[in-house]
């Protein structure tokens, strides 16, 4: 399947941008292995295209996974006014929001809380195991004491409890449609704070117009907007000018770090 990706699709883009904690391995020829759920596809850029080598019958949950169907052309035309914004959504084009699967979601951003990048990665490779993919909760539950033996400090205790009350149905992974009942569901899970509710919410269940803050958008609003929230923070496409200012004021300080060491 040849995806026309126009300049939006960029899948280094994608994969460097903060969202992908899990499923996502980058091989030697550039491509990347992409698992979900019990799909796999080999995703390899050719251009402005992509092309997503996987079983027919699997093309229409890739579609989704990848949000085709979103214009981010017009979110770009939608940042009137911004003169930083506009910069990040140059240096950032070519990245979507990914549709993840809510359970991947939940754990994977439950594991990133107070973490780093190697940190995290080793975590969960080592909760995978020989598995191609992050087990269900029902298959995890009888042997959820494995997590305290997977580098995950304090947060081996929130997911072995988020598992206990998953399997016992006082929590469930079905959230609320409105936005702000299903930001209070999962604020009351043990372990999931402000950061990662809106994490879960959009990248777990596409709530575009949620936008997480970390020490990286407090950078932002600091450096670029006299330490105010910018107006975008209340926009329908906020959680989408949250990624690629993250995208562009991470990867664009790493690099001006690297070239001072030069």
Same mark, same amino acid.
């Given at each position: 399947m040849i995806i026309k990706g126009k300049g939006y699709f960029d899948l280094k883009k994608i994969y460097e941008s903060g969202q992908v904690l899990i499923g996502w391995d980058a091989r030697e020829d550039g491509s990347f292995a992409v698992t979900s759920t019990d799909k796999t596809a080999i995703c390899t850029q050719k251009g402005k295209d992509v092309v997503i080598d996987c079983p027919k019958e699997d093309e229409k949950f890739w579609k989704n996974y990848f949000d085709l169907k979103t214009d981010y052309a017009a979110f770009e035309a939608a940042a009137e006014g911004d003169d930083y914004l506009k910069e990040a959504l140059d240096y950032g084009r070519g990245i979507r929001i990914l549709r993840q699967e809510i359970w991947e979601a939940l754990f994977s951003f439950i594991v990133s809380q107070n973490n780093n =990048?190697?940190?995290?990665?080793?975590? @969960?490779?080592? =909760?995978?195991?020989?598995?191609?993919? @992050?087990?269900?909760?029902?298959?995890?539950?009888?042997?959820?004491?494995m997590l305290r033996d997977c580098g995950l400090g304090y947060r081996d205790d929130y997911l072995i409890n988020l598992l206990e009350e998953l399997n016992a149905g006082t929590k469930t992974l079905k959230f609320s449609e409105d936005t702000e009942k299903a930001y209070a569901e999962l604020t009351a899970i043990r372990g999931v704070g402000p950061k990662v509710a809106n994490c879960v919410l959009l990248f777990g269940l596409h709530r575009m117009e949620r936008c997480p803050v970390d020490t990286w958008m407090r950078k932002v609003f600091d450096l670029h907007y006299d330490n105010k929230a910018p107006e975008w923070v209340c926009s329908p496409n906020a959680g989408y000018y949250q990624q690629v200012t993250f995208f562009y004021e991470r990867t664009a300080a790493s690099k001006k770090e690297s070239k001072n060491k030069g």
């Open positions: =990048i190697p940190r995290i990665t080793k975590s @969960l490779r080592k =909760i995978k195991g020989d598995c191609p993919v @992050l087990k269900r909760p029902e298959e995890m539950y009888p042997e959820r004491e």
